[in-house]
């Protein structure tokens, strides 16, 4: 029974043990799903904590929406992922034409399936900005 008891406990570790952290990360798959800033700096030695103003949601491998908390309205654009890269493209809109794509690109890497580190490609105040998956 004694036996019984320690092979169920086991068991019952490795399932539990066996989540997505052991998962090699996938970032096609990984940056799917809803993401809020948490922390913003000049670089990874100098971060501070931000309040979210809302969250930004890859919703397939070309698009994604930000939502504002306060407004409760969504903004919609394209971004590409490859190897080292992320771009958001920005779109200026006139009469409800796009007049003008506006491309931002940032380096990434995931910190693990939850934490998204973009690092922008361009002289910036904050260079760096940290994200946490929130669904």
Request: with cysteine; charged share 25%; proline share 3%.
């Amino acid at each position: 029974m004694k036996n019984t008891c320690l092979l169920i406990f086991a068991l019952a570790l490795l399932i539990l043990g066996c989540g997505k952290e052991g998962l090699p990360i996938d970032p096609k798959k990984d940056i799917l799903g809803k993401w809020e800033l948490i922390q913003q700096g000049t670089s990874l030695e100098n971060l501070f904590d931000v309040d979210p103003n809302g969250y930004t949601e890859f919703i397939d491998e070309t698009s994604y929406r930000f939502y504002n908390y306060q407004t409760e309205e969504f903004d919609d654009g394209d971004y590409t992922l490859n190897d080292s890269s992320l771009t958001f493209f920005y779109y200026a809109v006139e009469n409800g034409q796009v007049v003008d794509t506006i491309p931002v690109k940032y380096f990434y890497t995931f910190k693990d399936h939850k934490t998204l580190v973009l690092d922008i490609d361009a002289s910036a105040i904050f260079r760096t900005f940290i994200y946490k998956k929130i669904d």
